[in-house]
T-cell receptor, first 113, second 117 residues
C-alpha cells in the first residue's frame, strides 16, 4: 500500500511569505503528526491531528498552524516566514491504536531566503 | 530543554562488528521508547521499540536495552552491515491521559552511524 505522501518535496520561499505543505497519510491511518527537523535540533514536534481535531501541539509560535480534512489528509501552514524556518518538515501517520506504528513521509525541504 | 539526548553525534564501526548507540532521557514519565533510522532525503523509518515494563527487546540484528533507573537506553546492531550507515534517532513518549494511541514523540538529536567496509 502507498506510504505517507508529502508534497512538494522541495520549496524555496522568501522571508515574509507564507507556505502550505501537504501530507496524505497511509490509507486507514487517522492520525497525522508534523515534525520539524533542523541540524543540531533533531526532530521537533509541531502538532498532531486526529479526526480533524488538533490533539497535541508543540512549542512553536502561532505562525505555524495546521488542519486535517475529513479524508485524513493534513496541511501545515507557516505564515510570515523567517530564515530560521528553513528545515525539513516531516509528516507521520499512524492508526488510532498505533504505539510505535508511526510511518513518516520523505518530508518537504523548505528553504527561506 | 532536551529531554532525550544522544550525546554522540557520530559513530564509526567496522563491518561485522557490533554498533552500540546510546540514548539518555530526563523525563521519568516516558514509558515507551523507539528507535528510528533515517537515510538522507528520506523520512525516518521505525526500527524497534521497547515498553518501560521490559528491559530488552530483540528483532533480528537489532536489540534495544532499557535501564530505567539510569534513564538510559541503547541500540545494539550485530553484525553491522554497510546498509546500516544512516542517522539513528531515539524517541520517547509520555502516557496519554485519554489513552489515545498517538502521543507525541520526543526525539533526540540523532547519531550518524558509519559502517566501514
Amino acid at each position: 500500500k502507498a506510504g505517507v505522501t508529502q508534497t512538494p518535496r522541495y520549496l524555496i520561499k522568501t522571508r515574509g511569505q507564507q507556505v502550505t505543505l501537504s501530507c496524505s497519510p497511509i490509507s486507514g491511518h487517522r492520525s497525522v503528526s508534523w515534525y520539524q527537523q533542523t541540524p543540531g535540533q533533531g526532530l521537533q514536534f509541531l502538532f498532531e491531528y486526529f479526526s480533524e481535531t488538533q490533539r497535541n501541539k508543540g512549542n512553536f509560535p502561532g505562525r505555524f498552524s495546521g488542519r486535517q480534512f475529513s479524508n485524513s489528509r493534513s496541511e501545515m501552514n507557516v505564515s510570515t516566514l523567517e530564515l530560521g524556518d528553513s528545515a525539513l518538515y516531516l509528516c507521520a501517520s499512524s492508526l488510532e491504536e498505533g504505539r510505535g506504528g508511526y510511518t513518516f513521509g520523505s518530508g518537504t525541504r523548505l528553504t527561506v531566503v | 530543554d532536551q529531554q532525550v539526548k544522544q550525546n554522540s553525534p557520530s559513530l564509526s564501526v567496522q563491518e561485522g562488528r557490533i554498533s552500540i548507540l546510546n540514548c539518555d532521557y530526563t523525563n521519568s514519565m516516558f514509558d515507551y521508547f523507539l528507535w528510528y533510522k533515517k537515510y538522507p532525503a528520506e523520512g525516518p523509518t521505525f526500527l524497534i521499540s521497547i515498553s518501560s515494563i521490559k528491559d530488552k527487546n530483540e528483532d533480528g540484528r537489532f536489540t534495544v536495552f532499557l535501564n530505567k533507573s539510569a534513564k538510559h537506553l541503547s541500540l545494539h546492531i550485530v553484525p553491522s552491515q554497510p546498509g546500516d550507515s544512516a542517522v539513528y534517532f531515539c524517541a520517547a513518549t509520555n502516557p496519554s491521559i485519554s489513552n489515545f494511541g498517538n502521543e507525541k514523540l520526543t526525539f533526540g538529536t540523532g547519531t550518524r552511524l558509519t559502517i566501514i567496509p
